[in-house]
C-alpha cells in the first residue's frame, strides 16, 4: 500500500498555513492528520479516507493499518455499489 499522508503541527505558523487549504469547520483545532488513499481496481485513486486530532501527535502504525484497512474495504463497498458501465 501507498504509504500515509500525515502532519503533525507545531507551530502557529504550520498551523496557519494548513489552515488556508483545510476547510473543515473544525481547522482551527486540529492538530494532527493522516489521510490514506482510497484505491478503486486498476489503480484508480477515488479519494481518501482522513482522520483528525485536536491533540497534537503521530498516529500509531497499527491505527494508520486500521484506516487502511477499512479504506480497502469501503473501496471493495464502492465497487459493488457502482453500476458497470
Known amino acids: 500500500m501507498e504509504h500515509p499522508a500525515?502532519?503533525?503541527l507545531r507551530a502557529d505558523e504550520q498551523r496557519a498555513r494548513v489552515a488556508e487549504v483545510v476547510t473543515h469547520i473544525a481547522r482551527e483545532r486540529v492538530q494532527s492528520y493522516c489521510g490514506v488513499p482510497i484505491?478503486?481496481?486498476?489503480?484508480r485513486l477515488w479519494g481518501?479516507?482522513?482522520h483528525y486530532d485536536v491533540r497534537p501527535?503521530?498516529?500509531?502504525?497499527?491505527?494508520?493499518e486500521v484506516l487502511e484497512r477499512v479504506a480497502a474495504l469501503f473501496a471493495a463497498h464502492v465497487v459493488r455499489m457502482t453500476p458497470a458501465t
Do not use: I, K, M
Not at 484505491?39 to 489503480?43: A, I, N, S
Not at 501527535?57 to 494508520?64: F, K, M, Q
Open 39 to 43: 484505491w478503486l481496481d486498476g489503480g
Open 57 to 64: 501527535r503521530l498516529l500509531p502504525h497499527a491505527e494508520v
Open 48 to 50: 481518501t479516507l482522513c
Open 6 to 8: 500525515t502532519l503533525e
